[in-house]
């Protein structure tokens, strides 16, 4: 991984020039039809994604949050965030009851389509994570895993990012969560590690290259964080045998005292990092629903302001 790049310069915030634009200060940002105008013509986001997956992960990944889970006696899992399918389907390989669901309606039927493939039955469904206490049952631990959590409004294609409306739909993600977790329960949840956070405001990730689909790809994020605005964006470029092919995710900057602070509001009793082997771009938390819990959340602007101190 490659970090460095003008550690104060903020006149790379719109990657090369393109399609970003902001439009009001602290308002409404709005992504002007994504680069990706080149990529969706050939891929869906989804199977960007699985991609890109190919170069973030392998199997000690796999192999270390399989001892974590089994270590803290996890069987139930609902992967919230689920994707594509990654890592449920090696979970469920591994033995554990697992549920998914994803809030894109294009990432679940990529994962439907995989676990045809796989010739695997996990029981899966559409839900956005504020509605997540209407499933009809509980798990031991919940995942919010991929950097998914930042992108709680802001995945799927024509978007419109309003960092404004951030902690407070990231609350009730967060709610939703907690509502569906027995008591004893965990929520694994991921964030930008504060080692990227603190080698910004822009970085250049090279992914490296690999035989995808037998065909040689090189990846490559030019990543730029805007403090004022509260967005970070990710520009991807992938040459695949000399075709260029890119894409911006846009997501809100969050910070760490504010996930852990959220965390804590919407009643978990305790929230503590977790190092696993083979996960190098997030730093992951851990918060744990001990006993029966009384949720009593302050106001989100109190979120700020106590992160402000
Ligand atoms: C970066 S992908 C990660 C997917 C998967 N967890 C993985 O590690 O490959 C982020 C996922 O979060 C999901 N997501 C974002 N906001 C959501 C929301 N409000 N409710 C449910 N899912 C959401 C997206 O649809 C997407 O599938």
């Known amino acids: 991984m490659r970090f460095g790049h003008s550690p104060n310069d903020l006149t790379h915030i719109a990657p090369y020039g393109r399609n970003i634009s902001y439009t009001g200060t602290l ?3 709005m992504l002007k039809p994504f680069l990706a105008n080149k990529v969706m013509k050939k891929e869906s986001l989804p199977q960007l994604w699985e991609i890109t997956l190919q170069f973030l992960y392998d199997k000690q990944y796999i192999e270390s949050l399989v001892a974590f889970l089994r270590g803290r006696q996890i069987q139930s899992i609902l992967d919230c965030a689920c994707g594509t399918g990654f890592p449920a389907i090696e979970l469920k390989k591994a033995g554990f009851d697992l549920y998914c669901t994803d809030g ?5 039927r ?14 899966n469904q559409v839900s956005d994570w504020p509605n997540l206490g209407k499933l009809d ?7 919010c895993r991929g950097n998914s959590f930042i992108y709680v409004d802001s995945w799927d294609e024509g978007i419109k990012l309003n960092p404004q409306n951030f902690l407070s739909r990231g609350r009730a993600a967060l709610q939703g969560m907690y509502s569906v977790l027995n008591e004893g329960g ?3 949840i991921d964030i930008p590690s504060k080692k990227e956070y603190e080698s910004g405001p822009v970085l250049d990730e090279n992914l490296g290259k690999r035989l995808v689909n037998g065909q040689m790809t090189k990846l490559a994020w030019h990543v730029t964080h805007d403090w004022d605005k509260r967005v970070r964006v990710v520009h991807s470029e992938r040459l695949v045998d000399n075709e260029k092919f890119e894409h911006d995710y846009c997501s809100f900057l969050l910070k760490h005292e504010e996930l852990q602070l959220l965390l804590k509001q919407v009643g978990f009793d305790k929230v503590s990092p977790l190092i696993l082997e ?3 771009g997030y730093d992951i938390y851990v918060a744990e629903r001990l006993g029966s819990s009384i ?6 602007y109190e979120v700020q302001e106590k992160v402000r101190k």
């Open 137 to 143: 049952r509980k798990f031991d631990a919940v995942l």
């Open 110 to 123: 990529q994962f439907r389509h995989n676990l045809e493939k796989e010739k695997l039955d996990i029981p």
């Open 104 to 108: 894109s309606e294009a990432m679940i």
């Open 186 to 188: 965990l929520l694994y």
């Open 295 to 300: 949720t009593s959340p302050n106001s989100v």
């Open 27 to 29: 308002g409404e940002i």
């Open 278 to 280: 083979g996960e190098n």
